[in-house]
């Protein structure tokens, strides 16, 4: 039975280190620790607790599970390295809620996955929201006083809190693709695949069934030659690929017959298990690519680009280097710096349909609609403009119609303007691929795999609280010096 470990954070002095000594207050981790909210990481974590059985090893902390898959994205590791690093941090195993060091590993490195299906991608939004809640709050009132000492701290408070006519705020808007971890894919090399697991699936069926005949209708040195021939080509005519594709095709159906008479004769319900899951991949594979040859067509529905991640699909970018990316499609936001995932599919969808449900999750977030949306030319459809009229808010981009006199030069310089603040969500989009490991998701699941984006997401987001609480500290510091009166409780950010 899974036992609710405590939500308070411990203090630095009762952590016990083998070496002598005690933790920084300064350290990254020690910040972090008393930034993220525990308290809501144990509520999520109870739901997936379906057993009430008092028998056997207990259940891994919530705090231990969510701060390993969360370790992982912010630290841009693999499943080893994260185990590893638990190992031998011991500001870590702070963070994680241990009150001593531990040398010998925290759980097994399997476990991994198991930690990313209890937090589904969709908890891992809220705790995104609650964080983004919680430092606005801390902003205006300290979590350990029950009211602020300065009355202007208090006014903050009251405006940050009511409800407001008045549109506030900048919405910034953007869509980006999260590639999975696989190889570029043709049909060619995606077929051959498919004939060597069905080759994998009648060598492990064989020696139960009948062993009557040939295990494969056709030479299997002969289709890999084939295979190797126009692969090997660096720009293999149109009629030569043609034909691999329908002789890959062909030895692969094939196989699906031989491999269903197998199971017809064994009856193995084991083996069965084992492979249904990648053989009714494969049945789709054929279909799909039988259908196009028969079609002369290119394209079809759900495409499946990849084996082990059928639900990989190709999303269409236009990018110069880039045109397709393979993986999930994320609709981001930024507000104030913070970065929050509007949507996310592995179907490429019209990021525009997304401007109207951005906004209204903002107005719930804050009480208001936002005075400006900056968004690119795709955002900027009919519906989206009628509904920002309605609203009172700036869409980004020239006015429809003929503009007015004297209105030229004052639409340019804010067109400029909406230009230079809307690179803070592309600089957003380069720093989750390129320093926290956007570009590439290793999981293999879809679940998980939105896990892993969501968690990058997070991980960027604590990194900027952090720098937000360090620019604080020293605007107050400047603002004294310069004698102006600074609202927020220097107490609040000393970690002490």
């Given at each position: 039975?899974?036992?609710?470990?405590?939500?308070?954070?411990?203090?630095?002095?009762?952590?016990?280190?083998?070496?002598?000594?005690?933790?920084?207050?300064?350290?990254?981790?020690?910040?972090?620790?008393?930034?993220?909210?525990?308290?809501?990481?144990?509520?999520?974590?109870?739901?997936?607790?379906?057993?009430?059985?008092?028998?056997?090893?207990?259940?891994?902390?919530?705090?231990?599970?969510?701060?390993?898959?969360?370790?992982?994205?912010?630290?841009?590791?693999?499943?080893?390295?994260?185990?590893?690093?638990?190992?031998?941090?011991?500001?870590?195993?702070?963070?994680?809620?241990?009150?001593?060091?531990?040398?010998?590993?925290?759980?097994?490195?399997?476990?991994?996955?198991?930690?990313?299906?209890?937090?589904?991608?969709?908890?891992?939004?809220?705790?995104?929201?609650?964080?983004?809640?919680?430092?606005?709050?801390?902003?205006?009132?300290?979590?350990?006083?029950?009211?602020?000492?300065?009355?202007?701290?208090?006014?903050?408070?009251?405006?940050?809190?009511?409800?407001?006519?008045?549109?506030?705020?900048?919405?910034?808007?953007?869509?980006?693709?999260?590639?999975?971890?696989?190889?570029?894919?043709?049909?060619?090399?995606?077929?051959?695949?498919?004939?060597?697991?069905?080759?994998?699936?009648?060598?492990?069926?064989?020696?139960?069934?009948?062993?009557?005949?040939?295990?494969?209708?056709?030479?299997?040195?002969?289709?890999?030659?084939?295979?190797?021939?126009?692969?090997?080509?660096?720009k293999p005519r149109k009629g030569a690929l043609q034909k691999a594709i329908r002789e890959q095709l062909e030895y692969t159906e094939k196989n699906?017959?031989?491999?269903?008479?197998?199971?017809?004769?064994?009856?193995?319900?084991?083996?069965?298990?084992?492979?249904?899951?990648?053989?009714?991949?494969?049945?789709?594979?054929?279909?799909?690519?039988?259908?196009?040859?028969?079609?002369?067509?290119?394209?079809?529905?759900?495409?499946?680009?990849?084996?082990?991640?059928?639900?990989?699909?190709?999303?269409?970018?236009?990018?110069?280097?880039?045109?397709?990316?393979?993986?999930?499609?994320?609709?981001?936001?930024?507000?104030?710096?913070?970065?929050?995932?509007?949507?996310?599919?592995?179907?490429?969808?019209?990021?525009g349909i997304t401007l109207i449900e951005s906004a209204e999750k903002y107005k719930k977030r804050h009480g208001c609609w936002p005075e400006a949306i900056l968004a690119d030319t795709i955002y900027r459809t009919r519906?989206?403009?009628?509904?920002?009229?309605?609203?009172?808010?700036?869409?980004?981009?020239?006015?429809?119609?003929?503009?007015?006199?004297?209105?030229?030069?004052?639409?340019?310089?804010?067109?400029?303007?909406?230009?230079?603040?809307?690179?803070?969500?592309?600089?957003?989009?380069?720093?989750?691929?390129?320093?926290?490991?956007?570009?590439?998701?290793?999981?293999?699941?879809?679940?998980?795999?939105?896990?892993?984006?969501?968690?990058?997401?997070?991980?960027?987001?604590?990194?900027?609280?952090?720098?937000?609480?360090?620019?604080?500290?020293?605007?107050?510091?400047?603002?004294?010096?310069?004698?102006?009166?600074?609202?927020?409780?220097?107490?609040?950010?000393?970690?002490?």
């Amino acid at each position: 039975m899974y036992r609710t470990t405590a939500k308070d954070q411990m203090t630095l002095d009762s952590f016990i280190l083998p070496f002598g000594g005690k933790l920084s207050a300064d350290n990254r981790w020690v910040k972090m620790a008393k930034l993220m909210p525990w308290d809501m990481v144990e509520d999520i974590y109870n739901k997936t607790m379906k057993y009430e059985s008092k028998d056997g090893r207990p259940p891994i902390p919530a705090r231990i599970a969510f701060g390993a898959i969360y370790i992982k994205g912010n630290e841009s590791i693999t499943d080893e390295k994260t185990l590893e690093y638990t190992m031998e941090n011991p500001y870590v195993q702070y963070f994680l809620g241990l009150t001593e060091f531990r040398r010998e590993p925290l759980f097994d490195l399997s476990m991994m996955v198991y930690f990313r299906k209890r937090f589904p991608a969709e908890e891992v939004d809220k705790i995104n929201e609650e964080l983004f809640l919680r430092m606005n709050g801390i902003k205006g009132e300290p979590p350990d006083e029950d009211q602020p000492d300065d009355p202007a701290e208090s006014e903050m408070v009251e405006e940050g809190n009511e409800n407001t006519d008045q549109n506030e705020g900048i919405l910034i808007l953007d869509a980006t693709v999260s590639p999975a971890d696989i190889r570029y894919p043709t049909d060619l090399s995606l077929l051959n695949e498919c004939r060597e697991n069905t080759e994998e699936a009648i060598e492990e069926l064989w020696p139960h069934g009948n062993k009557q005949g040939h295990k494969t209708m056709y030479s299997r040195k002969k289709a890999r030659k084939q295979y190797l021939k126009v692969t090997k080509q660096r720009k293999p005519r149109k009629g030569a690929l043609q034909k691999a594709i329908r002789e890959q095709l062909e030895y692969t159906e094939k196989n699906l017959e031989t491999i269903e008479k197998l199971f017809d004769e064994t009856g193995d319900v084991e083996i069965w298990l084992k492979w249904k899951e990648r053989l009714d991949t494969i049945r789709t594979v054929c279909e799909q690519q039988r259908g196009m040859l028969e079609g002369k067509t290119r394209s079809c529905e759900d495409r499946i680009v990849n084996l082990r991640q059928p639900h990989v699909r190709c999303i269409v970018r236009g990018k110069a280097g880039t045109p397709y990316e393979f993986g999930q499609k994320l609709s981001l936001s930024v507000v104030e710096g913070f970065t929050f995932v509007e949507r996310r599919s592995w179907d490429n969808f019209n990021e525009g349909i997304t401007l109207i449900e951005s906004a209204e999750k903002y107005k719930k977030r804050h009480g208001c609609w936002p005075e400006a949306i900056l968004a690119d030319t795709i955002y900027r459809t009919r519906e989206n403009r009628n509904f920002c009229k309605e609203n009172g808010i700036r869409l980004s981009g020239p006015r429809l119609g003929r503009p007015k006199q004297g209105e030229i030069e004052a639409d340019k310089q804010q067109a400029y303007q909406d230009s230079c603040d809307r690179n803070m969500v592309e600089g957003r989009n380069g720093i989750a691929k390129r320093r926290y490991g956007l570009n590439r998701i290793f999981a293999y699941g879809d679940k998980t795999a939105e896990t892993e984006a969501a968690m990058v997401i997070l991980a960027m987001n604590m990194a900027w609280c952090l720098r937000t609480l360090l620019r604080l500290i020293f605007g107050q510091f400047e603002n004294v010096v310069f004698g102006k009166m600074w609202t927020v409780n220097l107490k609040v950010w000393s970690f002490s």
